[in-house]
């Protein structure tokens, strides 16, 4: 956040229009030719330099200006701040068509640095990337004379090779290879000398250099690395800390693999790997392979610093970023060459032992977890061990800090190929994993998208169904925990088991609650647990659904809901396909009370039940007893009206002996008797004030699937026609025109008439309704609104040519 005054000044910046920048412009260019460049055109600089970022649009300014800043900016005699504005604001302008600059001729290390930035800053149109980085690796080759330092060329280096690693050849990445071997192994131990200030009490009588200390205060008997301290550091010093910042991205770029690595003995290769790092043969290596030495070396001496208790909270805080990248860099390695894996996996074995208990080592364990999933094959180790820790303590215990929640769910996408295939332990741990996304949601879902089908499988396809629906109850039970970890010790005590808990909080700790909460905040999957024993808590964290983090959380359940049956479909038999729709009917139920949530859910169900039942079915026979208490619930239809509809549907369809020869003539009486009760409950006239609302979608299926099944058992014929001619009395009741609108009332006359009509041809009400299973098909799936197949309107027409409609 910006001050009110940055603010201010910003606000200015951005509101000049072309014309006030254009004088202002001219103004500085006067002050630039002046003859004395002091701190009236730094002044200047700075605020043209403001006025030209402060908007997300490129500035345009006069070309002479341009070259006039260019001039200024390769002047050996202008100031370095002047020098270093000049390339700022000329780097806003990019890409400039004005540019002159060239990079070929300069000697100056920190010009160059400056005249690059700019170039780099072009987009690579005219070749500027590579013709800066073939000048930088041609200034580095040679030795710089006194007073130059190689330390302004390396972040040039290290965003040309960001931008463009194919400008390098091999020849010049060998050079730089070499190099950063030697500045990362052989920088000075002793720190560096202040600069003389130059004053009159100036010493010229320097003390001599100390030597650098480890973070502990400790002295350093070891190699420097960016982990040692001193007051003031060495141009030596300075190159191995940025040759250190750059090692991942150069190895990944330019690391190569060794040929026949993987041909050779590993042991033997590991023996030979050892002994170089303690011999003068090292030197002779090719340069890749010596800098990959070097490095493993590097990384190793980091680890073993990051094992001192540092003096300072920041040093601790570069301990843990040091450790991360050093084993990072150890995998990249041991991919390049796999002789270097048998040293790395003692050795990370033992920092992962030293660090698992520690919270705010979190995050290095992702690295050592990648490590081990890349190379405990060749290593022939099991790490099984390392995998567990990581899945089921770290999620359980710091899914609230939303980097690492980031951090540990992208690590599980990129790497959910390899855990499947490696270890049980992955699945097995998907309640934790949806910690991260019931505390983290929405930032969260797209990588959970991502992860979802790599969790599913016939094991786990139950149990993530039920955790889905309960995921906003997983967010208010999380919070609930961490506020009740929040409280003194005094007030953590057990509650009375007599006395019913007056609030979540209290229900946390009540025994009554205890087991529904440790199974809902479970770490692994546990099939054999009754999801049922969570009814009254979902009651209970009723008081929570209105918490702007249960809310959100509750907003991407549809989409992983849709996910979910898409994967499922894929491999899901009968047996699993049935106990699904079993579930999809009981749980609707039993969700979280969040109106729209439902909504949603409810939503989401219905279109899923009818693509189960599409998949198979068959379910409709087998399920008959679960879809006949369903369906024939009243309350359904006000309550779930949409998955009620498509259930209803269902029945109408697959209740044939077309797609199930075990259908039988009882079953579909049975399920015309349950629905002819239902669809009689709801349109007989009652008294004006106590007659309620159905949806007219309802009851339009209603009799569409109660025509079906009398097509298929021709006995019920009579008693659906004698229903549907009394639907024109239901529409022109007083009672009925009160709670529906006209154009609702006359779309269920039409439909009415229009089964009727059918109903008076019995084998073509047959045909129609019971087409053969490879040309069936309906319109509903296209449009809710319409349940019939189509040749039912062309019979209507030829029965009728003016259907019915409503009366004036």
Known sequence: MFTAAAESFLKQAREIQEEELQRFASRVAAVLQGPELGPEAADCLQRLHLTVAATKYPRKLDGKFVELLQTLLCSSKCPEQIQMLCAAILREMSPCNDLILSCDEIQDTKLLSLVSSVLLAQGNKKAEVSAVGQRIVKVLERRLPEGQSARYLLPVLSNVISLSPESLTEEQTNVVSKKMADWLRYASIHQGVAQPSGGFFSNPRTRQPGPVTEVDGAIATDFFTVLSVGQYYTQDQWLNVQAFSMLRNWLLCYGGKTPNSEDKSGMDRSVMSMVSATSTSSRLLPPKERLREKAFEYCQRLI???N?????????DLQKACLIEAVTIMDIICKQDSSYVYRAVSFLKILHGRICGDATYARALLPIAQFFLNHSKTATVDSDAIYKHLLTDIPAQLFHNP???????????????????????????????????????????????DLLPFLLDAGTAIEIFHLLLDLPCLTAALDIQLRSGALPTSERAASDPAVKPATCLEAFRHPLYKSMFQYLLRTKSAPEDAPERLIPLRQLLGSMASSPRVVQCAETVPVLLELFFTVVAEFADGPLINQLVVLLLHRSDQLYEIPAFKDDVYRVLSSQLVMLCKLRPALVVELSTEILEFSGTVSNIQNKEA????????IGEYMSVSYDKRCTVEQINRFF???????FEITQLRPLASTPSYAPRAISVLMATLTKLAARSQDLIPRVSMFLSKMRTFVQSPAVTSVYCEEDLEEILIRATELMNLLKMPSVAQFVFTPPVDVASTRFQRDVNDSLPFALRIVTRLLEPTPGFMPG
């Not at 001192?308 to 601790?316: F, V």
């Not at 991260?436 to 879902?445: K, T």
């Not at 008797?673 to 669809?679: F, G, I």
């Open 403 to 449: 980097s690492l929640a980031f951090e540990f769910v992208q690590f599980c996408k990129d790497n959910s190929q390899l855990f499947t295939e490696t270890s049980s332990i992955f699945r097995q741990s998907f309640p934790n994993l949806f910690k991260f996304l019931a505390w983290n949601s929405p930032p969260l879902i797209s990588e959970f998208v």
């Open 308 to 316: 001192r208790r540092p003096l300072k909270k920041d040093d601790g």
């Open 643 to 650: 998955i009620f509809t498509h259930m209803v549907w269902a």
């Open 673 to 679: 008797e349950t629905l002819e009760a239902v669809l």
């Open 304 to 306: 073993e610093q990051s």
